[in-house]
């Protein structure tokens, strides 16, 4: 008898003991949470100076004007090879496979053309935010980007980690 009350002393000691290890790392984890988020919302309030915005917004206003010369061009080539096409039906000179590569050619032009103006939406999207005050966060955790990765690709919404996650997610993988 004696032994079996020792036996549930212990075990309610050690129950004890548990329990507050359990408290403690969920009050450690909660804790870690909270401070992350501060952190975040500390992070959100980081900006660029303003004369670094209206670097970059040098920077990405030049390359609009790039894009939009590059579109121009494009429908310019679009339009000459309808052109060269239509004279090939009329004139029947054409060899077969003149034309196919004239297909091919407009094909390609359309699928730059979808490129490049998917590209300038991320530019005018960037441009928006630098009005905002906003370029240069993460809109994903709200961290600076780094100016090495605006540099490189100053049309840039995520930062290189967010990049890397959320390319990750795209490939199926966790
Ligand atoms: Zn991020």
């Given at each position: 008898m004696a032994v079996k009350k020792i036996d549930k002393k212990a075990k309610k000691r050690i129950e004890k003991k548990v329990e507050k290890k359990v408290e403690k790392k969920v009050e450690k984890k909660v804790e870690k949470k909270a401070k992350k988020k501060i952190e975040r919302k500390i992070d959100a309030k980081k900006r660029f100076a303003k004369k670094e915005l209206e670097r970059y917004r040098q920077k990405l206003l030049a390359e609009r004007e790039r894009i939009l010369r590059e579109l121009g061009r494009i429908a310019e080539a679009i339009n000459e090879s309808a052109e060269e096409q239509e004279a090939a039906k009329q004139s029947y000179s054409n060899h077969l496979a003149d034309i196919s590569t004239d297909y091919m050619e407009k094909e390609k032009n359309y699928y730059y053309a979808d490129q490049e103006g998917q590209y300038l939406k991320a530019i005018e999207a960037a441009i928006e935010r630098i009005n905002r005050g906003e370029?240069?966060?993460?809109?994903?955790?709200g961290d600076l980007i780094s100016e090495k990765r605006l540099e490189a690709?100053?049309?840039?919404?995520?930062?290189i980690s967010c990049k890397d996650k959320k390319e990750k997610l795209e490939r199926g993988g966790r």
């Amino acid at each position: 008898m004696a032994v079996k009350k020792i036996d549930k002393k212990a075990k309610k000691r050690i129950e004890k003991k548990v329990e507050k290890k359990v408290e403690k790392k969920v009050e450690k984890k909660v804790e870690k949470k909270a401070k992350k988020k501060i952190e975040r919302k500390i992070d959100a309030k980081k900006r660029f100076a303003k004369k670094e915005l209206e670097r970059y917004r040098q920077k990405l206003l030049a390359e609009r004007e790039r894009i939009l010369r590059e579109l121009g061009r494009i429908a310019e080539a679009i339009n000459e090879s309808a052109e060269e096409q239509e004279a090939a039906k009329q004139s029947y000179s054409n060899h077969l496979a003149d034309i196919s590569t004239d297909y091919m050619e407009k094909e390609k032009n359309y699928y730059y053309a979808d490129q490049e103006g998917q590209y300038l939406k991320a530019i005018e999207a960037a441009i928006e935010r630098i009005n905002r005050g906003e370029y240069g966060q993460c809109i994903e955790c709200g961290d600076l980007i780094s100016e090495k990765r605006l540099e490189a690709v100053p049309a840039a919404e995520l930062c290189i980690s967010c990049k890397d996650k959320k390319e990750k997610l795209e490939r199926g993988g966790r």
